[in-house]
């Protein structure tokens, strides 16, 4: 048994708001049949959707996972910088210093994101959305693996990038040292393709570990990672 991934969900305020910032940066359309939250369509090959839960929280570092946004040219970088300041984002600083060939960018509540610069070997075939770049360890690039049962395209110096066998946007980890816990940030949705409580058993025997707060109101199981990034497995669908 594994999980599919079915969404990667924002931590929200406004969720319709921050909804239409990336709807319009990434051309994706609204799905109709979301019951929880917001979501928009699917943009990737390996057919997760973005969704974006209300929260209270607030942000108080820097996200530990973030969208690279990929570019065809020169050109095409400028105009998806330019589209998403257009939509309500703006220059962030996170150490990238002045020479830096990608941009960095944070939507409406601040969420981090890059625009990275044409001719990005590792991003080639990728799609728009090329990578979900996580800060975490090694050893929660191999559970997810075993998670998903996406195998590890990349795995050196404690780096590790996994993908969906359909191709689409790679799920990378950049090793320690882990920041800390931003407070919101995105996180993964999985549904089980059979019994949840059973898939719970698998994803806790791998690493996972159970929360205090331990079931949403959907019915949704929330767990965290080996890094303690938190996660929700759904019921079967």
């Not at 996406?150 to 040292?177: C, F, H, M, R, Y």
Request: aromatic residues 8%; glycine residues 12%.
């Amino acid at each position: 048994m594994t999980s599919r991934l079915i969404a990667l969900s924002f931590d929200a305020h406004q969720p319709d708001r921050l909804a239409h910032f990336w709807s319009g940066v990434l051309g994706l359309e609204r799905a109709d049949d979301s019951h929880d939250g917001v979501a928009l369509m699917s943009g990737n090959d390996a057919g997760y959707r973005l969704g974006f839960r209300p929260t209270q929280a607030r942000k108080v570092a820097q996200n530990r996972l973030h969208f690279d946004l990929t570019s065809s040219s020169p050109e095409d970088q400028q105009e998806t910088v330019a589209r998403a300041l257009a939509l309500g984002a703006r220059h962030a600083d996170v150490g990238q210093g002045p020479d830096a060939s990608h941009v960095v960018l944070a939507d409406p509540e601040g969420n981090e994101f890059c625009v990275i610069e044409p001719g990005n070997r590792f991003l080639a075939g990728c799609g728009f959305i090329g990578a979900l770049a996580c800060d975490g360890s090694q050893a929660v690039g191999y559970f997810w693996s075993e998670a998903l049962g996406w195998p590890l395209v990349w795995d050196q110096d404690e780096e590790t990038a996994v993908q969906s066998p359909n191709g689409g946007t790679k799920i990378t980890w950049g090793g320690p040292p882990l920041m800390p816990d931003p407070g919101k940030d995105l996180h993964f949705d999985l549904a089980p393709d059979g019994d949840q409580q059973a898939e719970v058993e698998r994803l806790l025997s791998l690493g996972a570990k159970c929360l205090d707060s331990g079931h949403g109101a959907d019915g949704a199981v929330l767990l965290a990672d080996p890094d303690g990034n938190v996660f929700r497995v759904l019921t079967h669908r």
